[in-house]
């Protein structure tokens, strides 16, 4: 009905704008892994209320009427509707394929890099699943490849960090590695590539890109000082102030100064619960109007 | 015993030393402490062929193998992709390799010209 139809549409205009602007304007990270459920959520959901949307439309004149309709066949349906149709199908697809095309893309690119790695790093004397690479910058990243994904240094961050800061360091690496966060970015990357016009599609991957940093920090705290921690990535900072962002690094910082706060599991459920409805509810809707025919 | 990527790396540290390229036989003796066969030298130099690494000048025989750029050159490429220079999320992108620009030659150029300056 068009009314379902509507407020789907609304419901996709409110998870494409408002919410992400009002989510990027309150970054708040006292429970990551809750705020990262709910930009998963959100994502999801404003593509399947757009596309329920416009398949509710495309099959109205099945639905409009009551009791058994006369045109309860396709024919009934005019060149709106096949355009309604084509437009649900297309949109689908498009968000789709942007998730296998970027796939592609990243594969491709990693595997590139993983050449240049292997021909211009040495694997480290110490350190297991680790190379070194011979530049001043301070450069510390990972690449999730293999089993055990690889850990790259530059032999600048190691002559300006003491052995403690790049041990925390490398446990942060690892944790992203642990933690499998490539495929956590993945499908953001790929709407923020498909969509580039829409800002919520850039502040999502923003936001999430950050949540993973200080997710990562939080695992790294298990093994590693956070003392520790929170000094490689003040003198990263400071010594890199171009390549590092200064208000993540502030995040980060404070985050690392204090004991980790504790997550409310009240807040949790509530987070758990409004996710699942906003993903599940669009498809229902969309169901139950077209099986109403 | 070294893996095939560990031979690639010490055949290009030596062919990007030598001046005029270097035959599979060059290779062979210049790593000499890695006891290789033939056969393997030129296994990697396929390899390193079809990863833009290397080329071949057949003009003589035997073939002589030559870098295609500089080690600084790569280095530069490298870095390019891993340190997004823009962006505020410190690197994480490029970490991830997922959304590093294909268009952002302006810092990879710059980066080139200030180690040219350097060396
Ligand atoms: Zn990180």
Redesign the interface.
Known sequence: MLFSAVLLTALAVVLAWPIPRLFARYPGSRDPAARLLLWQAIGLAGGLSLTSAVLILAFMPFTRAPGPAEGGSLSALSWWNWLLVGLGAALLLRLLSSLVI?WI??QR??RR?A??????T??SQELPHTRI???D?L?A????QGQHGTT?LSTGLIAALSPAERDAVVAHERA?LRSR??LV??PF?AW??ALPFLPAARQA??QV??L??VMADDVARRTVPADDLAAAVREMSRLQA????R???AERLARLEHPLPRPSGALRSAVVIVSAALVVSPPVVAVVELLSV | MATL??L??SV?NALWNSVDGMTAADLRVALADRDLALTTVHTVLTR?EK?G?ARRDRSERPHRYLALST?EE??A???N?????A??????????????SDSDTAFLSRLLQRRGADS
């Open positions: 970027h893309r990243v690119q990693r890099h050449a240049l790695v292997a021909v211009l040495e694997p690479l011979k530049v910058e450069v990243y990972c690449l999730p790259v992203h966060h490539e970015v993945l990357a923020q590539h991957l923003d890109t950050r993973i940093e171009g390549h590092y962002s208000t993540l690094s | 990527g560990e690639e790396r290009m390193l990863k690494f080690r790569h280095v490429e490298l870095m992709e891993v340190l997004d220079q962006s505020d999320r410190q690197a994480v992108l490029a970490r991830f390799l997922g959304t590093v």
